[in-house]
């Protein structure tokens, strides 16, 4: 697999955008991943669920727009956004440079998360030199690649966590907002070790770089969350009381 730099880079040479989404006139598609918990995920009645489930119900209640919500692996979904499949990201995704090459950000709805390292209780693990799991055309990929550790990539972000538990990995990195809930029902199994990491900004909601009129409205609605209280409140909510100043 690729890292997500030269993913980025095939993709901004080798797709074109989309027509503009009107703001006004058809539904918006929400496309999000539907395993990545808190984020999200998909519930027992097979819906989108978690809390960008609820918050971008809530953005597109404010915006006035009507919102049907798209599942995607995560490895094809921003050249799935790019051809149109549908019209937003969210689904945890780090504004970063690379990706604001190829795509347009709103605002973050979520402060910049920092990435941990999580692996067997009582592992000693080399963060320089060993060999660290992390989801494919993820930040915490490039980081691997590019520390000199040996990187293994995986689809799925469950499948990083298998990788630790089977022996393939000696410890997996991702978002810790990811793994907190991970290890706290690991029953002892898996521990945060080793120094956080700080890589990429803040989340934000993925647009085609043609479709400035439904950003606009996204940033507007975004703004007001923050500005009445419900945006931090629904981060307390799903991230186990997190406190943020929004």
């Not at 395993?35 to 953005?59: H, K, S, T, W």
């Not at 494919?136 to 490039?142: E, G, V």
């Amino acid at each position: 697999m690729t890292n997500m730099k030269s993913f980025l880079g095939a993709l901004a040479l080798g797709v074109f955008a989309a027509g503009a989404v009107s703001a006004a006139g058809h539904s918006v598609r929400m496309g999000t991943e539907g395993a990545y918990p808190p984020y999200n995920f998909i519930n027992d009645a097979g819906q989108v669920d978690g809390f960008e489930r609820e918050v971008g119900d809530e953005l597109c209640k404010r915006a006035a727009l009507e919102c049907t919500w798209v599942t995607n692996e995560w490895d094809s979904i921003i050249p799935n956004l790019v051809s149109g499949n549908y019209d937003t990201i969210i689904a945890g995704m780090s504004i970063t440079d690379e990706r604001d090459k190829v795509i347009d950000f709103t605002q973050e709805y979520y402060p910049p998360d920092p990435s941990a390292y999580v692996a067997l209780a009582g592992a000693d693990v080399d963060f320089n030199g060993g060999v660290i799991a992390a989801q494919a055309s993820t930040i915490q990929a490039s980081y691997i690649a590019e520390s000199g550790a040996m990187l293994v990539e995986f689809t799925s972000p469950d499948d990083t966590i298998a990788a630790v538990k089977n022996g393939e990995a000696d410890a997996v990195l991702a978002d810790r907002g990811f793994l907190a809930d991970i290890v706290k029902d690991s029953g002892g199994e898996l521990v945060f070790t080793g120094p956080d990491v700080a890589i990429g900004g803040g989340v934000g909601i993925g647009v085609r770089e043609s479709d400035g009129e439904l950003k606009g409205k996204l940033d507007a609605a975004i703004s007001s969350m923050k500005a009445d209280g419900t945006l931090n409140a629904l981060i307390a909510k799903w991230f186990d009381g997190k406190v943020t100043n929004y």
